[in-house]
């Protein structure tokens, strides 16, 4: 059974930091692009970055890009994001997915479809108090 489970979120002050993971079970992420999205309330989802572990290649969001550093532990199945100056912004549900969608890697990619991901993990909640 396929299986994604988020942990790390909180509640954290503006400019402070978290560490989220993304636990993967019943496949190996070397196959995958892993992404993390995220999604405030009454907002759609977004995509804020991505890693394709087969090449070690990474994308990140425009929003992000700076704050939020992506990277993956084969050996523990893993995926993780350090998130650092956080912003109120910044509040929402993040979601780690897995997509094996063609032309989907980080690599190719200048954003992030949720319909390219087949596998979503149950979320974790970040709330950035200002």
């Known amino acids: 059974e396929v299986q994604l489970v988020e942990s790390g979120g909180g509640l954290v002050q503006a400019g402070g930091s978290l560490r989220l993971s993304c636990l993967l079970s019943g496949f190996t992420i070397d196959r995958y692009t892993i992404g993390w999205f995220r999604q405030a309330p009454g907002k759609g989802r977004e995509g804020v970055s991505c890693i394709t572990t087969s090449d070690g290649t990474t994308w990140y969001a425009d929003s992000v890009r700076g704050r939020l550093t992506i990277s993956s532990d084969s050996a523990k199945n893993a995926v993780f994001m350090q998130m650092i100056s956080l912003e109120p912004e910044d509040t929402a549900v993040y979601y780690c997915?897995?997509?094996?969608?063609?032309?989907?890697?980080?690599?190719?990619?200048?954003?992030?479809?949720?319909?390219?991901?087949?596998?979503w993990g149950q979320g974790t909640q970040v709330t950035v108090s200002s």
């Open positions: 997915a897995a997509s094996l969608v063609k032309g989907t890697t980080a690599r190719e990619v200048n954003t992030m479809r949720p319909s390219w991901y087949d596998f």
